[in-house]
């Protein structure tokens, strides 16, 4: 069994002064898509933005996080639940998986019950590609309020 898996994040730009206290929480409370690591040892080995749209960070940000030990990209929930969601998620996830041979997961911590609620008006997450972006980062109630 190895010792621990290097993990790196990257957050939408328009949230770049994010300290990231809800993917951190989440993190250490293993919800949302870090629950994927149950009490396996996790180290976060890079935090950074995308730099915003098209995501011209995505290249040399993996590149440093490769060099310090990543060995799977989350891409923040932040890029799910923003107005509008990334119209760039799946090309992210695409790139990094083919340039770098990385697993790359959806989200960091749960859906904040009140993005669940607006994005459901809007009928933002309708299709099943959009359902299984959300997928790993869906909550119960309970959890997903304490994550507004």
Known sequence: MKEKTGIGII???RYR???GGKCFR???NREGAFRRYGSERVEVVGYT????????NIEYAVDEMVVNGAEIIHLATGLIVGYPPCPYIRYFREFIEKRYGLEVVY???PIP??????HRK???WETEEWNDI??????????RLSYD
Request: proline share 5%; glycine share 12%.
């Open 49 to 56: 933005t995308c730099d915003g749209c098209p995501g011209g």
């Open 134 to 143: 959300i997928q790993p980062c869906m909550e119960e109630e309970k959890v």
């Open 122 to 124: 809007l009928g933002t």
């Open 11 to 13: 957050i939408c730009d």
């Open 113 to 118: 019950e009140k993005y669940l609620i607006m």
């Open 17 to 19: 002064r994010c300290a």
């Open 26 to 28: 989440s993190l250490s």
């Open 107 to 109: 989200g960091t911590h």
